[in-house]
């Protein structure tokens, strides 16, 4: 058996490895916490599809979604957050990251080159390097991609198809993109003739500051695919999500979806919609929201009174991650076998690497997962590695 | 924007777009009936898992697939039919479509060529050509692919990594091959080193005849990657199917998957590997087969009785699909024109032809979704619209 050359090289996901291996305290999850799931009224809905509707919900259903589910989606997005307009489109995906992936499908040709943060999601960057799409890693500041570095790679990279941001609660940095650099960054893209994919799957868990508008709200010249998702707001396991962009564009991805699995699972699909519908959704997203702030500010606390110099990281309005970062020299790999030693697990920057550099002084992070004690216990153990390691 | 060039002349699949199409009398469904959804014991398990288990059915699971799933699907596979060796391995996919993706994508590179049944399943042979693979049609004879014209294809014909191939109750023919033709086209593929992809969504819906044994019962050298499904047998809206095949391939499958979707809907993944566990499916297949049965029956005495040599058709023993061929000189998709005329919907064999041609003399019946009586009153308007075409 000969395996294709774009999948030969592939492994499974460093994260993924680090998951399977058990630990007392993990902060390597990118899972939202279970708490937050609303299991009740989703049982009540299922309920109630299977015994009115599930001749239609358990049956065939169209590439794009359900349409109720499609539209109330997209309404939600326009109203709420002035994303889409008339002249876009929706389709409903399995999860975010079929979204990326669709757009690769069909954006790229094998060879092509892709823009991505660095670091940056591992999924998406292993979903790119399937599709035998070459990366480029544009560094991550304080406030996102460095947009000059951007601006020369695509002054002087060729066959540059699409540039891959997470502008807000970036994962795996957490950092927020402020809007001016937003403006710039499409500014760029059109000038380039260049389109942005907007991955968004956090932008709903504020905990603090000023919600920025997304990026995909500035597009008027159909430069934007906009990457949403219902796993982080409401349960990633249902793999609901979906992606807002071009009339052109979608009916490709479309196509595309079809060949891929014909169609996400239409009776969550019906779920979620009823659920959108007929709940209270914005005040589960703010209650989301009241947990996950305790637990940063939890972190961020420790983290203030037990680290000094010795480490830096950042200070997310929102989402999931918190970065560390180790100073000159040292590796975030190796930190990783010292916390593990003490039964804490972290993901080490490696994974998020563009080029997959071992060199990495980076570390992510996750405190929507663990309670205040681990997350008190773990941090204090973090603190305690870093001493060992350093010293 | 520029639309890659694999998906650049891609369109929606004519099937889906004749689906949109209304008609009082629709044969051109690929659909089970929704009569034969076990929607009470889904519910009642839904139920349960809503209850207690919410919180691993809910939250993000491993791409391999929920893992009393695999196990009890390996497990009734190979103790009932043979399927699978301890050289393989499972992953559950979403739908079997999701199965004959992530094989073409871990198989082939772009421009390697695809050996196909001509006529074949539109969603393969479009996720084939998305793909930029070259596809290669051998004829289906009343026993399936002619092996002839394959063995002269896999001898001329360059850079071949896969046979495609639909042995029992084939869509859109319903055809099967037997077992030596089975035997020697696994040789073949052997001699050749090709993989073959055995897609099998129908062998469990059989209403006549003897069961003929998998290709993959035959292989003891990892040429066969089985695509199975449980869309056909339980519901296709749940998007739950899965692959079995040589270790090597499935872990490639694996992170193909990962980047694609990460999982398939884990609650539903739980929610068959419980009714596949505790409810009687084995009844309630042979329950499907008895309804099934009956229309096919129907549907096949209604066409010897209305219809003489202005129409040959096969004889299935099982599956969805009766497919009709027309006399030397006239064109399915025409006649389809003359039925759509008379509210009968039908699929034409354009739709299935590998290379798109026109010239296809077929056309698709399907008797699992119209009634008894719409058989009766949609095959004597099938008979009317020939008279109408040939005279």
New interface residues.
């Given amino acids: ?8 090289n ?4 460093a994260v ?1 490895e680090i998951l399977k291996a058990s630990a007392d305290i993990s902060f390597s999850a ?2 939202p916490s ?1 708490e937050t ?1 609303p ?2 009224e ?2 009540a809905l ?2 109630d599809i ?2 009115n509707d ?10 794009e979604g359900y349409g109720p589910l499609r539209e109330l989606t997209q309404a939600r997005m326009r109203d709420k957050y002035g994303i889409g307009s008339d002249q876009d489109d929706i389709i409903i ?3 975010g ?2 979204g990326i ?1 669709l757009a690769i ?6 060879g092509d080159a892709v823009i991505c943060e660095n670091p940056s999601f591992i ?1 998406a960057l ?2 790119f390097r ?1 599709n035998a799409t070459r990366l480029i890693g544009i560094p991550v500041t304080g406030e996102g991609m460095d947009l000059d570095r951007l601006e020369q790679a695509l002054k002087t990279e060729k066959n540059i ?1 699409m540039i891959y941001t997470i502008p807000t609660f970036q994962n795996p940095t957490g950092v927020t993109m402020p809007l001016e650099r937003r403006k710039r960054l499409y500014e760029l893209a059109v000038r380039h ?1 260049v ?1 942005i994919v907007e991955d968004d799957p956090y932008s709903e868990l504020r905990y603090s500051g000023e919600r920025v508008p997304a990026i995909k709200t500035l597009d008027e010249t ?2 934007v695919l906009y990457v949403g998702s219902y ?1 982080k707001v409401i ?5 609901v999500g979906y992606a807002i962009g ?1 009339r ?2 979608l ?2 991805m ?3 979806k ?11 699909m019906i779920l979620v919609a009823r659920y959108v519908e007929q709940c209270a959704f914005d005040e589960h997203i703010a209650e989301c929201c009241r947990l996950y702030r305790v637990k940063r500010d939890r972190m961020l606390a420790v983290l203030d009174e037990k680290l000094d110099s010795r480490m830096t990281y950042t200070r997310p309005d929102g989402g999931l991650f918190i970065w560390g970062e180790l100073p000159e020299g040292y590796s975030g790999t190796e930190l990783c076998t010292y916390t593990a030693a003490r039964s804490v697990a972290m993901v080490p920057g490696t994974a998020f690497d563009v080029t997959e550099s071992p060199l990495s002084r980076g570390f992510r992070l996750n405190f929507s997962v663990p309670s205040l004690e681990q997350i008190d216990k773990g941090i204090t153990l973090l603190s305690e590695s870093i001493d060992d390691y350093l010293k």
């Fill in positions: 058996m000969r395996i294709s050359d774009r999948m030969n592939m492994k499974p996901s993924r990118g899972n279970a799931f299991a009740g989703l049982a299922a309920r299977f015994q599930y001749a239609e919900a358990l049956q065939y259903g169209i590439s995906t399995s999860g990251q079929q992936d499908k069909c954006l790229t040709n094998e999924g292993n979903d399937s198809k003739d389109m159909d430069h796993s349960a990633p396991g249902i793999r071009p052109e564009l009916a490709k479309t196509v595309a079809q060949c891929q699995d014909v169609h996400t699972n239409l009776f969550f």
